[in-house]
C-alpha cells in the first residue's frame, strides 16, 4: 500500500463549479499535511498546510483534514482555468520532522 | 529575495559522466532536500539535510552524493551518470519547527543521461 495516495485523474470541472480533491494516507502517526499546486514544467508551490482536524480555508481554497479517516482534501471554489494543474497532496510522518511523503499528484482541468 | 535556486537549468550527459547539481537559498532555513521527480513516479527524496553539517539518506540515494557546503547551499553529485538517472530534479528547503515543516522548491533542473 503506498504512504500516500491520490486519485491521478485527469479531473474536469466547469469554470466557476467547485473542484474537490482528495488525498488517503497509511501513517496514523502523519502530524503535517499539505497541498502543492504543480504547473506543467514548472516546481511545485505550496498552496494549503493544514495541522489539525476540521477546515482551513485561504481566499478560494480550502482544505479539510480527518485523522481518523486518515483522509485530506482540498476544495477549489470557482474554478478558474487558471487553476489548470497537477495537485500534489503532501504529508509529515512525524510533528516536527524533516521529511515529506508526496502522492503521485491528480491532474486537474478547468473546462471555460 | 530569490527564495530556492539551482543551476543548471538543463544538462545533457553521456553515461559515465559526472556532474553536481547546486542549490541555494536565501530565506535562512535550516533544513534542505533533494528530489527527483519522474513521470507516474511523483516526488521521491534523495537526501536531506536537516541542519548544516548533515546530511541523511531518502528513498533513492544510490548514485548520487551530497555536500551541505554551508547553511546557504546543498549540493548533489552524479558521479558517474546512468540513463535511469534521467529526471527532474528539485532542490526545496524548510524551517522545521514544533509542528510545521513547509517546504519550498527550486524551479528545477532537467536532467537527460544519454
Known amino acids: 500500500q503506498k504512504e500516500v495516495e491520490q486519485n491521478s485523474g485527469p479531473l474536469s470541472v466547469p469554470e466557476g463549479a467547485i473542484a474537490s480533491l482528495n488525498c488517503t494516507y497509511s501513517?496514523?502517526?502523519?502530524?503535517?499535511f499539505f497541498w502543492y499546486r504543480q504547473y506543467s514544467g514548472k516546481s511545485p508551490e505550496l498552496i494549503m498546510s493544514?495541522?489539525?482536524?476540521g477546515d482551513k480555508e485561504d481566499g478560494r481554497f480550502t482544505a479539510q483534514l480527518n485523522k481518523a479517516s486518515q483522509y485530506v482534501s482540498l476544495l477549489i471554489r470557482d474554478s478558474q482555468p487558471s487553476d489548470s494543474a497537477t495537485y500534489l497532496c503532501?504529508?509529515?510522518?512525524?510533528?516536527?520532522?524533516?521529511?515529506?511523503?508526496f502522492g503521485q499528484g491528480t491532474r486537474l482541468t478547468i473546462n471555460p | 529575495n530569490a527564495g530556492v535556486t539551482q543551476t543548471p537549468k538543463f544538462q545533457v550527459l553521456k553515461t559515465g559522466q559526472s556532474m553536481t547539481l547546486q542549490c541555494a537559498q536565501d530565506m535562512n532555513h535550516n533544513s534542505m532536500y533533494w528530489y527527483r521527480q519522474d513521470p507516474g513516479m511523483g516526488l521521491r527524496l534523495i537526501y536531506y539535510?536537516?541542519?548544516?553539517?548533515?546530511?541523511d539518506k531518502g528513498e533513492v540515494p544510490n548514485g548520487y552524493n551530497v555536500s551541505r557546503l554551508n547553511k546557504r547551499e546543498f549540493s548533489l553529485r552524479l558521479e558517474s551518470a546512468a540513463p535511469s538517472q534521467t529526471s527532474v530534479y528539485f532542490c526545496a528547503s524548510s524551517e522545521v519547527g514544533a509542528g510545521y515543516n513547509e517546504q519550498f522548491f527550486g524551479p528545477g533542473t532537467r536532467l537527460t543521461v544519454l
Open positions: 501513517d496514523r502517526g502523519s502530524q503535517s
Open positions: 539535510s536537516a541542519s548544516e553539517g548533515t546530511t
Open positions: 493544514i495541522y489539525s482536524n
Open positions: 503532501a504529508v509529515g510522518l512525524i510533528q516536527g520532522a524533516q521529511k515529506l511523503v
